[in-house]
């Protein structure tokens, strides 16, 4: 028989084996065609010619992520080939006790490896070529441009690189292939099916007191990274993500013996139908692959934790883009006579500006973060540890700032003569100004003593921002503010306006630029939203791209392991059943081994990532950022997703081999 006609049948006759083999490489070919193809075909290439920076560094992220999936997904496919060729081991040896060649022994396996390379190009290519026009459509909208010209295309260029680097990493198999056929004895070779891997830890007491020290090492670092992460030293936060990452390979490493002893002494639960059974597999299979488990947890703790993490951030750029730009442009002027300015500019106000508003704002001694806060500027101190607390603040008069309500389409503040408005959209700093402000907390102009208006700050922006960091504008009345011992001296005007037409727009941002940015600072409606835009798409799809490889690589690796072991176990299934365990108990017994096995990997990784992204979401909120629940929640949809395919697909190949 040809080496061809072998190759192709092994495959056929390995159809279990290679199930989630074909599907983690078809899956793979698939998603990195996707997401290499989104910004080189169709709309997205008209919007590269056309130099759109925000396309061009997304696609150019996206190339980079590519290289460390590339990675990923060779070291992947080489370890999930490794199992398999573990499994044929024995029919290697009997290919060449009956007198073939090691050479004829690694032409067979090369032909495997091209018809699986070749199947898996082709299927994947086409599920990617499909899925990527759906991306592309994605990647559009968010970038907000005009899909009436969209046009199914195919990127040649995600074609080739795909093409190149799967050719790549399929050499490589074949050359571990070959390495592990030729490195082997024939007596070994013939023996391996016999041989089973060797439990990791077989003192009980070492295990339960590794287990022990494990989870101890989780409770501190969990503890000190969730509920003190922000605050803590450099030093003490990385020795605790080390504690953590050393925690769960001692738990992996541990957990088969502890597990078998625990289960040993409860005694009712043990000896109850084939729970003795499930307990024995189910340990023999931490004990083989503890280190393997170990890394898997890791990674899909990393995925959970970039899933939520990305998506929050897309939550809250995408809610701010209506509240943050009520109108095209608004400026920090830093002239005394801003029409004056604009003219020796060149630039006219009434030839580009449909509608405007210029506001002097003030500053003084008085009015400073320090005087705003109070009694509590310690408490600010402690969480912003390099803010400078005595630098002004500004300050502009009531009626000035209802002008800009108005404008901005918001409801106009109210207040005595003796009172003041703190203006603050900063939230984790004015969550601290709100209790200053309960107190009472007095300012005092040159006499003037002001009260607060609202027990709170009005988290508003003055100044358009693509975050919400404004820091800060005092309101005072007119009065006070016109007075000439008020202490208060001007500093600039702020200048808010729409636009008379987008060129008229470009005009004037050009000559904005040219200015510098010791005249003037603007922030332009259409800067914020590409900006954010940007943003919002580059990390949605790096989390997406990185997570997804992340949970496929897990889940993978231990579908492979199971199917392995399954083909092991298949004469102890069979023994169950000459002693009358039936269909049922034998199938009930083997769902409940692949489900723990599934399970305790992802059980650590989710418990682990609560207080990750307790950390992150105080991080983030120094920034502005709170709500993460969505984010959260889109995660896990993500995470039952692939990891609950894996998951079937891998009980279905098992439930197959074991014949139940």
């Given amino acids: ?92 040896g009997i290919y060449m006790l009956l007198g073939m060649s090691p050479s004829k022994v690694s032409k067979i396996l090369l032909y495997e490896t091209c018809i699986v390379g070749a199947f898996s190009l082709v299927i994947g290519i086409l599920f990617g070529i499909v899925a990527s026009q759906c991306l592309s459509v994605v990647v559009a909208k968010m970038f907000v441009m005009d899909l009436s010209h969209f046009k199914f295309d195919i990127s040649g260029r995600a074609l080739l690189t795909t093409f190149l680097c799967f050719i790549g990493i399929y050499v490589v198999v074949f050359l571990f292939n070959t390495r592990n056929v030729r490195k082997n004895r024939l007596i070994d070779l013939l023996s391996a099916a016999r041989k089973r891997e060797k439990n990791v830890l077989r003192n009980p007491k070492l295990s339960a007191g590794l287990f022990i020290l494990s989870i101890a090492g989780f409770i501190y670092a969990w503890t000190m990274v969730g509920f003190f992460g922000e605050t803590m030293s450099r030093n003490t936060f990385f020795a605790s993500i080390i504690v953590g990452f050393v925690s769960t390979f001692l738990f992996f490493w541990s957990a088969g013996g502890f597990l078998q002893s625990a289960c040993s002494f409860a005694g009712k639960f043990y000896s109850k139908g084939l729970n003795s059974f499930v307990v024995r597999q189910f340990t023999g299979n931490i004990n083989s692959s503890s280190f393997s488990m170990a890394v898997i947890s890791l990674l899909l703790f990393l995925a959970l934790l970039f899933f939520s993490t990305g998506f929050s951030i897309r939550n809250y750029f995408n809610s701010r883009l209506g509240n943050a730009t009520p109108v095209d442009i608004t400026m920090d002027l830093f002239s005394e006579d801003p029409e004056g300015f604009f003219e020796e500019h060149g630039m006219p106000m009434n030839e580009w500006a449909a509608e405007y508003i210029k506001i002097p704002i003030h500053k003084g001694e008085p009015v400073t973060m320090a005087s705003l806060l109070g009694d509590h500027e310690a408490e600010a101190s402690e969480q912003f540890r390099m803010a400078d607390w005595g630098a002004m603040v500004g300050v502009m008069k009531l009626s000035d700032y209802n002008t800009i309500e108005d404008m901005y389409g918001r409801s106009r503040l109210n207040m005595s003569d003796d009172e003041y408005a703190f203006i603050l959209d900063f939230d984790l700093l004015g969550t601290i100004a709100d209790k200053a402000l309960e107190d009472g907390n007095t300012l005092n102009l040159g006499g003037h003593v002001l009260s607060p208006a609202y027990d709170h700050v009005i988290a508003e922006c003055v100044l358009m921002s693509g975050m919400e960091a404004n ?35 470009v005009r004037v941002e050009a000559s904005l630029e040219e200015a510098g940015e010791g005249a003037v600072f603007f922030t332009t409606k259409r800067n914020i939203q590409t900006r954010s835009i940007s943003v919002t798409v580059i990390i949605v799809f790096v989390v997406l791209y990185l997570g997804i490889v992340f949970v496929i690589s897990g889940a993978a690796i231990l579908g492979l392991k199971m199917l392995s072991d399954s083909a092991s176990s298949a004469s102890r299934f069979e023994i169950l059943k000459n002693i009358g365990a039936g269909s049922g108990e034998r199938r009930k017994a083997l769902f409940v081994q692949i489900l723990a096995y599934f399970g305790l990997p992802l059980l650590i990784a989710v418990i682990s990532a609560v207080f990750g992204v307790r950390f992150v979401k105080g991080f983030l909120a120094s920034l502005g950022m709170i709500k993460m629940g969505e984010g959260i929640a889109l995660s896990l949809f993500i995470m039952v997703i692939v990891y609950g395919g894996y998951f079937l697909t891998t009980f279905e190949g098992c439930r197959k081999i074991v014949k139940v």
């Avoid at 290679?18 to 490489?25: D, E, G, R, V």
Wanted: no cysteine; charged share 20%; glycine share 6%.
């Fill in 471 to 505: 820091l800060g504008i005092v309101v005072i009345p007119d009065e006070v503010f016109e007075a000439e011992d008020n202490g208060l001296f001007p500093v600039s005007n702020m200048i808010a306006a729409d636009y008379v037409s987008d060129e008229a727009g």
């Fill in 1 to 92: 028989m040809r080496s061809f006609d072998i190759a192709l049948k092994n495959i056929k006759k390995s159809r279990s084996d290679y199930s989630i083999y074909f599907f983690t490489l078809i899956l793979g070919v698939a998603i990195f065609y996707m997401f290499n193809a989104v910004g080189t075909q169709g709309i997205m290439k008209t919007a590269m010619n056309s130099s759109n920076k925000a396309v061009e560094n997304f696609v150019k992220v996206i190339g980079m992520v590519s290289v460390a999936v590339a990675i990923i997904l060779g070291l992947l496919i080489i370890y999930a080939n490794n199992f398999l060729i573990k499994r044929r081991k024995k029919e290697f």
